[in-house]
């Protein structure tokens, strides 16, 4: 799995989730049950992961829905 989106914005994460589905990609946010550990507030950032053979698709429908500049670059 290759880790596409790191970040703590639940709007960017279901909207990432949706496309990639819809896609057909596989999609895995971790770290979602890390809520427990800071207290609901959302300050543990999630991690949206894709198989690996899959990520160059996934990057061209973010890219191609706009928001190319959560895609992790490192």
Do not use: C, H, W, Y
């Not at 639940?10 to 496309?19: C, D, G, K, W, Y």
């Not at 550990?37 to 990057?59: N, T, W, Y």
Request: glycine content about 6%; hydrophobic content about 50%; charged content about 25%.
């Amino acid at each position: 799995m290759i880790e596409l989106i790191r970040t703590n914005d639940a709007v960017v994460i279901s909207f990432v989730e949706a496309l990639l589905k819809d896609a057909g990609i596989t999609v895995v946010v971790a770290d979602q049950n890390m809520s427990v550990m800071d207290g609901s507030l959302g300050i543990l950032p999630r991690r949206i992961l894709v198989p690996e053979e899959d990520a160059d698709e996934a990057r061209a429908i973010l890219v191609d829905a706009g928001i190319a500049n959560e895609i992790k670059t490192d």
